[in-house]
């Protein structure tokens, strides 16, 4: 079934978001040719955007859409999923805008 997965192109479309009592909801539809679009929410968490290493609002669609394209390479997704992102989502999937400080390289 994976295989077959991959070989239909699915596009993901992001639709907007919402915020919510415990984040913000991100919701995406993802459509491939003979199937019908699905509605996929993902949540991220309100304390990811505070603190020292906070989220802007602006990379949060980003980081969902990223681990979106991830989850549906690996695995077929019911209709309304819904899924809560982590910390460790979160650091897997963020991209560094410019401006804010890089974290520096190791030294070989």
């Known amino acids: 079934m994976i295989g077959d997965m991959k070989?239909?192109?699915?596009?993901?479309?992001?639709l907007g978001f919402e915020s919510t009592e415990d984040g913000r909801?991100?919701?995406?539809?993802?459509t491939a040719a003979g199937e019908e679009a699905k509605?996929?929410?993902?949540?991220?968490p309100a304390l990811m955007f505070k603190g020292a290493n906070k989220i802007?609002?602006?990379?949060?669609?980003?980081?969902?859409?990223?681990?979106?394209?991830?989850?549906?390479?690996?695995e077929r997704l019911e209709e309304q999923a819904r899924i809560r992102l982590t910390g460790d989502d979160i650091a897997q999937f963020r991209?560094?805008?410019r401006g804010r400080p890089r974290p520096p390289k190791p030294e070989n």
């Not at 070989?7 to 992001?14: A, G, H, L, V």
């Not at 909801?25 to 993802?30: G, L, P």
């Not at 509605?39 to 991220?44: C, D, E």
């Open 7 to 14: 070989e239909t192109k699915q596009n993901i479309r992001y």
């Open 25 to 30: 909801r991100f919701d995406f539809s993802i």
């Open 39 to 44: 509605r996929v929410s993902l949540i991220i």
């Open 56 to 74: 802007t609002f602006q990379e949060s669609a980003k980081i969902c859409y990223e681990k979106l394209r991830v989850l549906i390479e690996r």
């Open 95 to 97: 991209h560094i805008p």
